[in-house]
């Protein structure tokens, strides 16, 4: 039976609520993405479905920016959750914090409804302004982006003086700087240049840099917080992999960008250097989890064979979706980056589906995964419960959402190697031969599962917000 005692003084602040309201956000705008995404996988296959009223390009424009959003959503409300248990104080300055939420979630509300309702613009000035910034992934117009500053800043305020007011433990100190450089990079797309190249250059340092080392440092420390929390793992032994993790991923993130380069017209020596590094970024985030799950087990032996209690497992959900972090990062990021970004097969593979396969699995097993374990932690924080078990629907939502997402990346992946085949070896990446790969069988195909393994997605995070809603809840009357 479970027990009433809280899982820490901190279980019923102010700072976890506001966590909460963050993470329930979260779940809205993840159900957004994926409902935006399987209207776009119908469009693939059937272009005239929903034609001149929500076209293609609006569906992925929504299916993306919400992805982002979701995400940023659920990484301030992991801080918001896991600052008090690290500081040993309470969040400083709560009231704006919540403030600061309100306002970011109705800015958040408006550029939805001007994506869906306005869609697009004229090309002038007021259109950047008002409608849309016309940059994939950051097309948000210029008052929101403001607007995002203006939060994130505050959050930030919030964050710091709260590190400056309590402990200063290893995985606060590399949020706080790691928050400081995501907060930084961002601006690096605010601003516009009428060359491609150089206007691309820092849109990359927006799109990939952000995410190829602020937030996989990010992700370490969740990850690193989540496993002290759960298992009662070695801080020393996290802390040190998250250092290493800190000087890999500047280093190799910074570099790894240079796979993009060679295509904006820099030279093409980034290729092999972008190609090398972008592949080393996960390895650290792997190693920790290997140590730490080792070490555990290793315990949990030693414990059995001398007739003593081992480590009681704390959360078993989030510690499923964490498991599926480490190992989700080093594949989708890991494998299916390198594979298609070394220069030799790059040259065939860029702009195909090999990138959208990619895509899909690395956000996944390196983001979602970690954010999902962090919501059944604030779900547990929120009952004041010891321990959580696994339930019949958390088990149903992480397979299905797994199943589904793999099952998504090798159909985009086979789709890609079709567009490799025929479209650029052997029609020459001509417009012609764009088209005609496209209505070949495999491809077709392909776009099919995709569209399947698309649904089952769905019905996973169906079971996903099922349990979240529903689990703890009798666990909690029965200890109350």
């Known amino acids: 039976m479970l027990t009433s005692i809280k899982t820490n003084e901190f279980a019923g602040s102010e700072s976890k609520k506001l966590a909460m309201m963050y993470f329930r956000v979260a779940i809205i705008l993840f159900g957004a993405q994926l409902l935006m995404g399987l209207i776009a996988a119908i469009q693939f296959l059937a272009p005239n479905f929903l034609f001149e ?25 992991s801080v918001y959750y896991l600052l008090p248990d690290e500081a040993g104080v309470e969040t400083v300055g709560i009231g704006l914090g919540k403030l600061a939420f309100w306002v970011l979630t109705a800015a958040v509300a408006v550029v939805v409804l001007v994506y869906i309702f306005i869609q697009v613009g004229p090309g002038k000035e007021s259109t950047i302004w008002l409608i849309n910034e016309g940059r994939e992934y950051i097309e948000a117009p210029r008052w929101a982006d403001i607007g995002i500053v203006v939060v994130v800043l505050i959050f930030y305020w919030n964050v710091f003086a709260t590190y400056m007011k309590g402990q200063k433990t290893g995985i606060l ?3 706080v700087a790691d928050l400081l450089a995501l907060a930084g990079l961002y601006l690096a797309g605010m601003f516009f240049t009428d060359n491609i190249s150089m206007d691309q250059y820092w849109w990359w340092w927006v799109i990939h840099l952000w995410v190829e080392a602020t937030w996989e440092v990010f992700v370490g420390a969740l990850a690193a917080y989540g496993l002290v929390k759960i298992i009662n793992a070695k801080r020393e032994i996290v802390e ?19 796979h993009h380069y060679f295509w904006i017209g820099t030279p093409e020596y980034w290729w092999e250097i972008g ?15 290997v140590h730490v799950l080792y070490d555990w087990g290793k315990e949990q032996g030693i414990a059995k064979a001398e007739g003593k209690p081992g480590s009681v497992m704390k959360n078993g959900p989030a510690m499923a979706w964490i498991v599926t972090n480490a190992f989700g990062n080093f594949l989708g990021a890991g494998i299916w980056g390198f594979f298609h970004t ?9 702009g195909t589906q090999f990138t959208a396969a990619h895509g899909h699995l690395a956000f996944f097993g390196a983001y979602a995964t970690i954010l999902i374990g962090m919501m059944y932690l604030g779900v547990q924080g929120a009952y004041g419960i010891e321990r ?14 797994t199943f589904g997402v793999i099952g998504m990346t090798i159909a985009l992946t086979i789709a890609g190697y079709e567009q490799v085949l025929v479209e650029r070896a052997e029609l020459g990446a001509g417009w012609n031969a764009f088209f005609v790969a496209q209505d070949l069988p495999w491809y077709v195909q392909a776009q099919i599962w995709r569209t399947i393994m698309g649904v089952v997605t769905f019905v996973g995070f169906i079971y996903l917000v099922w349990d979240l809603l529903t689990i703890g809840k009798k666990e909690a009357k029965a200890a109350a």
């Open 275 to 289: 190609a090398l590094f972008s592949a080393l970024e996960p390895v650290p985030l792997v190693a920790m989890f």
């Open 53 to 77: 009223v929500f076209d293609f390009s609006v569906a992925r424009m929504v299916h993306i920016n919400a992805l982002v959003v979701w995400m940023l959503y659920a990484m301030i409300g």
């Open 388 to 401: 959580m078990k696994a339930t019949f629907k958390s088990k149903m939502a992480i397979f299905l959402i």
């Open 173 to 175: 100190t590399v949020l």
């Open 240 to 258: 040190m992999w998250l250092w290493i993790e800190v000087l890999m991923l500047f280093g190799s993130g910074i570099l790894g960008l240079g």
């Open 342 to 350: 070394l220069p030799q097969v790059n040259i065939y593979t860029h």
